[in-house]
């Protein structure tokens, strides 16, 4: 699970470069946001150390401020409204959520397209040809969560607590698979579009028993 940085290791996430992620910093700093889960160190020379999509999250938001306490020491604000994910990964809406981040908004829609474009970096970082195109090795482990990023950083609307309207990824037990579900037939296909251009590889298909029309999607290896 990815850990708050200290006030030096912000300055460090800070100083990132915006476009790559990557980070310059002593070696002990850079090590410890790779044992905070924040970076990664990339396996090929030079070795350089690059901001996970957790690191891009905390670097797109607002430094805490700190409030001073009647002992003396600054305290930390209270924690960002959208909670990262059990391993500290920005964790975008899957459709259904009874428990919704606080913030739906623009805010919320620039801090889910920070994440798309660290995931991106970790795609290009990760692949031995630096392509983007087509999933990496974390979004193939974490389907479900992987396609919901793709769908809500492009601005498709997860379904709320009914499921009445807009999106919902379910895993399937089919392997490196996951079923969308969209009640509105053209935004289906948008859905498919969209992941389409993400790297997957999408088909769509109608459960013989209700005739929900649904897709399959599944990340492109090649």
């Not at 990557?22 to 901001?51: I, M």
């Not at 397209?113 to 970790?122: I, S, V």
């Amino acid at each position: 699970m990815a850990l708050s940085p200290t006030a030096a290791q912000r300055h460090v996430i800070d100083a990132a470069d915006p476009a790559t992620g990557r980070l310059r910093g002593t070696e002990a700093q850079l090590a410890a946001l790779v044992k905070r889960g924040l970076a990664f160190r990339h396996p090929r020379p030079p070795h350089d150390h690059f901001l996970t999509p957790a690191g891009h999250r905390i670097r797109e938001s607002p430094a805490e401020p700190r409030t001073p306490t009647a002992s003396g020491p600054a305290a930390p604000s209270a924690a960002p409204a959208a909670a990262p994910a059990a391993d500290g990964v920005f964790a975008a809406r899957v459709g259904g959520e009874e428990a919704v981040p606080g913030d739906t908004g623009p805010a919320r829609l620039r801090e889910v397209r920070g994440a798309w474009q660290g995931l991106l970096e970790l795609r290009r970082m990760t692949h031995s040809d630096g392509s983007t195109d087509r999933p990496c090795g974390w979004e193939r482990t974490h389907l479900v969560r992987a396609a919901a990023l793709a769908l809500e950083a492009a601005g498709h609307r997860p379904a709320g607590p009914d499921g009445a309207d807009g999106y919902r990824v379910r895993a399937t037990p089919q392997p490196e698979a996951v079923a969308v579900y969209e009640p509105d037939g053209t935004a289906l296909r948008d859905c498919g579009a969209t992941l389409e251009g993400a790297g997957w590889q999408v088909g769509e298909y109608t459960e013989p028993r209700t005739r929900v029309r649904y897709l399959l999607a599944s990340p492109r290896k090649v």
